[in-house]
């Protein structure tokens, strides 16, 4: 639970100084985009952001509003990518 903290605390920071806004102003179910804190340069930032801060690759197929419209949305997909890992199949 605590790194889920850090994550919000850490994508609120960074999305704050991107859009040049007090990082109070954003809360975790703002509407990033809808509110024009960030537009799709700003995505792609995120994203370098994302992986530099974290250590997680965004690909393509996860490239979906739902994985970046709030700071929720974002701090759970980074979590998910952290934390779940994909099954290993054992072949008997």
Same mark, same amino acid.
């Given at each position: 639970?605590?790194? %889920? @903290? /850090? +994550?919000?605390?850490? $994508?609120? &920071?960074?999305?704050?100084?991107?859009? *040049?806004?007090? &990082?109070?102003? $954003?809360?975790?179910?703002?509407? +990033?985009?809808? &509110?024009? *804190? #960030?537009? %799709?340069?700003?995505? #792609?930032? *995120?994203?370098?952001? $994302? /992986?530099?801060?974290?250590?997680?690759?965004? =690909?393509?197929?996860? #490239? #979906?509003?739902? =994985?970046?419209?709030?700071?929720?949305? +974002? %701090?759970?997909?980074? =979590? =998910?990518? *952290?934390? $779940?890992?994909?099954? @290993? &199949?054992?072949? @008997?």
């Amino acid at each position: 639970m605590e790194n %889920s @903290i /850090k +994550i919000h605390e850490t $994508i609120r &920071q960074y999305i704050a100084k991107a859009a *040049l806004t007090d &990082q109070e102003l $954003i809360k975790n179910d703002t509407l +990033i985009f809808e &509110q024009g *804190l #960030l537009d %799709s340069m700003g995505l #792609l930032f *995120l994203i370098e952001f $994302i /992986k530099m801060e974290f250590n997680v690759e965004v =690909n393509d197929n996860e #490239l #979906l509003k739902e =994985n970046f419209e709030t700071v929720n949305n +974002i %701090s759970l997909f980074v =979590n =998910n990518k *952290l934390y $779940i890992t994909e099954p @290993i &199949q054992v072949t @008997i």
